[in-house]
Structure formats: structure tokens, C-alpha cells
């Protein structure tokens, strides 16, 4: 559905307007007579910025593919150029069927007209006609929920009921190929789980995803596939999991050298460790790296941790992960002052639905939690396969503390 080749995007940053609107006139006149003064008059009043370098891929029918990066790498050029907004400077971007593109919603709305006005207008827009639009009025409205606001300017909305509006209007006209650029960022937490919820509804028909975001476990959550940017380059693409683990490499390495810490951070294949400050082995007692037990079982995790650096405010974090990458929960564990290796136990009482669960270990510096630096990171060293059927006893993946009786009334 989707076909990137040798795509690459160069913007322009001009000194001046004035040098905008002479610069390419005088080389359009000169340019073939002296070739070499055109060149050095653009090289002069212009600055050349590459937001995209030789970018290539494909996504096939049904696929979904997560598209992350530092801001600046060139994510949102990328879904321009793919979604017809933006043209390239180089290469190509192509697209088969219906596409319907979240990346700035509501800039299509005319602020003069009525709500309504702009759902017809921009169905329009989107390729539907008049009785398609008809068809699917109702539910555009209701899925927005902005009550009798619908009748009435656009101008006149809130913000968050022209989101609603808009991302109303994209999902429902059946595109072949969804591109979502940080649009489920926006909107409050009611909205924001129920555009996630109707994604995946679209989803589940076989329509293709093009999903950008920070959201690292909406990445995981939506997409088989992932695409590292960087610099306008492709660092790494592959499967979700690994994707993510290098972009958390980058992130953390310059925050650590921002920090100024003095220490390096290397890449390992279960996420990346600070030399010095790291884990030396983890394992279950008795049970290796991987147990498979029965609902209610305890568990003993043993983690040799290796100090031979000075950190400040040092802390083991100990996450749960679900199969999905969802985190259930997690434990913040001070670090005593040592030098060398110690070992840390910790007893886990296993409570969770049928499934497979990880368990991530994070090393930070933690003067605070605003102040927190993660420096050494291990997503998959150890597993839990819980056997047990436990729906009768709860919902969800783990119970929650409660007590619960009846009284008489």
C-alpha cells in the first residue's frame, strides 16, 4: 500500500524575504549562461537544511508500521511527503486507496463555517460523496459528541471539540491507509482512550497504519513493524522491541551526557548499560532465567548488581511487562553504598492472569524523580509463564486490594 524510494526532502532557509524573491529569479535568468555565479549566489543567500536523506521502505496491505525519532529527525516531513501535503525534493512516496492523515487536525476547517459544513466539506475532500457522507453523518456525530455545538461556527469551538471533530470526520470514511501523526496526543483522557479504541477498530478491517508518536507502548500496542529516524536518516527498522531499545539507547545516552555524568553507555542486546554501573547476572532461584508456575506461586529473584562508579542516589527499578509491553506495575529499590558486586533477592508473590510476563530491570541516578537518569537497562533477561485460567477470581491481569462484604439494609 505504501512504497518509499531513495525519498529525500531539503528545505531552504532564505537570509532574507528579499533574497527569497531575488535570488531564484536573477538564477533563473543566469543560471545556464554562468552556472558557477548561480551556484555561489544560492550558496551565499541560502541555507540548505536536510530534513530526509534516502529514506526506503514499503508497508504492505493490513500492516502497521511505527515510525519514531527525537524531535527534528524528520518524522512528520515523512508523512507529508506520504500524504500528498508536502512535496519531495528527491525520490518518491506511493500510496494505493483511500488515505485519511490525523497530522494537524481541524486545519482544514473553515472557521466561518458551521460544523456540519465542515464534516460534509471535508468527507468531500476525503473522496466520499454526498450519499456516503449522508450515511455516515449520524455517526461522525456521535462519535465527536459536541452536542448542538455541531450547527454552529467552527470558530466558536474549544480546541478539544475541534480535535474531536476532525478525528471524527477521518475515521469514518473507510480509508485504505491511516496515517496518524501525534494526533492521539491531544484531547483529554476520555477522548484519547476512545480514538485509541477506534483505531484499533479500524484496524482489525485490514487497513493499513502509518502511526508517529512518542508513545512508545501505542507503538507497541498497534504496530508489527518500526522505523527508527534520526537525523533524517534510517537508524534501525525491525520488529517493535528492538526498534524501541535503540531509540532508548539515544535518548538516554544524551541525557547522560547532558547530565554529565562522565560515563559511556554501550548498546547490549537486551537494552544498554553504563560501564561501571551495571547488572553482572539475574536469574530465579532454583528456576534459571525463565519459571513457569501456577497462579498464587512465590518466587525468588536474585540480581547481582556492579558498582564501581560514584552515582548519586542510586535505584534498581523492577518492572512487570505484559506480552504486549504494557507495564502492570513496578518497584523503586534503594541502592546501598557499596563498591564491587552485591546481590539483591526479591520475593515475588505471583497473582496474574494466564499469560507470559517479563520482567524489566532499570539502574538510575535518582537525586529526584524529576532528576532521574536511567544508565543501564535490561528489557528481557527474565520471563514468568503463568499456566493458570484465573478469570473467575478477577478481572484484568493482576487483582487489586480490595475488600468487599454485604450488609443488611
Known amino acids: 500500500m505504501i512504497h518509499v524510494t531513495n525519498l529525500s526532502k531539503t528545505y531552504l532557509i532564505w537570509k532574507t524575504p528579499f533574497s527569497r524573491l531575488f535570488v531564484p529569479l536573477v538564477v533563473r535568468v543566469l543560471g545556464k549562461l554562468f552556472p558557477r555565479y548561480a551556484k555561489k549566489l544560492i550558496g551565499e543567500y541560502c541555507q540548505p537544511v536536510q530534513a530526509l536523506n534516502n529514506i526506503n521502505f514499503s508497508v504492505a496491505t493490513g500492516d502497521s508500521l511505527g515510525i519514531i525519532g527525537l524531535n527534528g529527525s524528520g518524522k512528520s516531513t515523512l508523512l507529508q511527503i506520504i500524504a500528498g501535503t508536502l512535496q519531495a525534493t528527491q525520490g518518491c512516496a506511493e500510496v494505493k486507496g483511500r488515505v485519511a492523515a490525523l497530522l494537524e487536525l481541524g486545519s482544514g476547517f473553515d472557521p466561518e463555517f458551521t460544523g456540519r459544513e465542515n464534516v460534509f466539506l471535508n468527507a468531500s475532500i476525503l473522496g466520499l460523496s454526498q450519499t456516503e457522507i449522508q450515511e455516515r453523518y449520524e455517526a461522525i456525530v456521535a462519535f465527536a459528541d459536541i452536542g448542538d455545538f455541531i450547527n454552529r461556527p467552527v470558530k466558536t469551538y474549544s480546541s478539544g471539540m475541534m480535535v474531536r471533530l476532525a478525528f471524527a470526520v477521518q475515521v469514518h470514511v473507510d480509508p485504505d491507509v491511516l496515517i496518524v501523526d501525534e494526533a492521539l496526543s491531544v484531547g483529554d483522557a476520555r477522548f484519547q ?165 517479563r520482567i524489566r530491570i532499570r539502574l538510575v541516578s535518582a537525586p529526584s524523580i524529576e532528576l532521574t537518569v536511567m544508565m543501564s537497562r535490561y528489557d528481557e533477561l527474565l520471563s514468568i509463564e503463568m499456566v493458570d485460567d484465573v478469570r473467575d477470581k478477577f478481572t484484568g491481569l493482576f487483582p487489586l486490594p480490595m475488600d468487599a462484604h454485604w450488609e443488611e439494609k
Request: proline share 2%; glycine share 10%.
Open 193 to 357: 482512550a476512545k480514538a485509541l479504541a477506534k483505531i484499533e477498530e479500524i484496524l482489525k478491517r485490514g487497513t493499513t497504519l502509518l502511526f508517529v508518536g512518542h508513545d512508545l507502548s501505542a507503538v507497541r500496542a498497534f504496530c508489527n513493524r518500526a522505523l527508527l529516524l534520526d537525523k533524517g536518516q534510517v537508524v534501525k527498522s525491525g520488529l517493535p522491541d528492538d526498534v524501541i531499545a535503540e531509540y532508548l539507547f539515544i535518548v538516554q545516552k544524551d541525557r547522560v551526557d547532558e547530565a554529565g555524568l562522565g560515563v559511556a553507555l554501550e548498546r547490549h542486546e537486551k537494552g544498554f548499560a553504563a560501564t561501571g554501573f551495571d547488572v553482572a547476572a539475574a536469574q530465579f532461584l532454583n528456576m534459571g532465567q525463565h519459571a513457569t508456575l501456577a497462579y498464587g506461586d512465590k518466587l525468588a529473584l536474585l540480581i547481582d548488581v556492579n558498582k564501581t562508579i560514584a552515582v548519586e542516589c542510586p535505584f534498581l527499578i523492577l518492572d512487570i511487562i505484559d506480552s504486549r509491553g504494557m507495564q502492570l506495575g513496578g518497584r523503586r529499590i534503594a541502592i546501598p553504598e557499596f563498591e564491587g558486586v552485591r546481590r539483591l533477592q526479591v520475593d515475588l508473590h505471583c497473582i496474574y492472569q494466564k499469560g507470559i510476563y
